[in-house]
């Protein structure tokens, strides 16, 4: 049981490459979300999937695609990285109870990324 | 204004005080409230999960929550050195849009 993995663990792009980062879960967890870490910012939700085939944008979403084609994976994409976009990335996911009162959720370790 | 404000400290205390944590939000419609740890260079792992309002406690840690004043609290009592690390707290309504504070940097001195 590895939880929730994330590759690659650190990336250097320049301004207007794209590129993928990797995100998997083995708990079977429907929900599955990307946050970026800015100092100072928090973290702030980029996109989420309730399951597959389903995802919706979260607080910051521009320049960012996500796709969720197994429970397991779900990807984001930089589609052309700028250096706003310089931050630290983090996948999770969760799983409740019906009614809500219950919360399951584990994070990856982050993928570092700076774009130049 | 941010939906949720959190004091980014840092806070620095003796080994075995009582630490106390705290946030406030501005959205009246946020019903679940949670408090994240975070080691340095690690992801977040999820301390405490409330729904509305009162207390709840696991071990050394008690959340609490005041609807009324929107007001989000996590104590931490007998405080250890291993409790250095970076707190978050966070809020949603009831989907999956999350909210989080900046985070407060706690250092446990022995």
């Known amino acids: 049981n590895a939880g929730v993995t994330q590759t690659p663990k650190f990336q250097v792009l320049k301004t207007g490459q794209s590129m993928t980062l990797q995100c998997a879960q083995d708990?079977?967890?429907?929900?599955m979300s990307w946050y970026r870490q800015d100092p100072g910012m928090g973290l702030r939700l980029i996109h989420y999937?309730?399951?597959?085939?389903?995802?919706d944008q979260g607080e910051v979403p521009n320049g960012y695609n996500v796709s969720r084609s197994t429970t397991e994976d779900f990807p984001l994409r930089l589609l052309s990285a700028a250096p706003s976009q310089t931050s630290v990335y983090f996948c999770?996911?969760?799983?409740?109870?019906?009614?809500?009162?219950?919360?399951?959720?584990?994070f990856g370790p982050g993928t570092r990324l700076l774009v130049l | 204004q941010k939906e949720v404000e959190q004091d980014p400290g840092p806070l620095s205390v003796p080994e075995g005080a009582i630490v106390s944590l705290n946030c406030t939000y501005s959205n009246s419609a946020f019903q679940y409230f949670m408090w994240y740890r975070q080691y340095s260079r690690k992801g977040p792992e999820l301390l405490m999960y409330t729904y509305s309002s009162g207390n709840k406690e696991d071990g050394r840690f008690t959340a609490q929550v005041d609807k009324s004043s929107k007001y989000i609290s996590l104590f931490i009592r007998d405080s250890q050195p291993s409790d250095s690390a970076t707190y978050l707290c966070a809020s949603y309504t009831g989907g999956f849009k999350t909210i989080f504070g900046a985070g407060t940097r706690l250092f446990v001195k022995a």
């Open positions: 708990m079977n967890h429907e929900y």
């Open positions: 999770a996911s969760s799983s409740r109870t019906v009614a809500g009162e219950k919360e399951t959720q584990y």
């Open positions: 999937s309730v399951g597959a085939g389903i995802t």
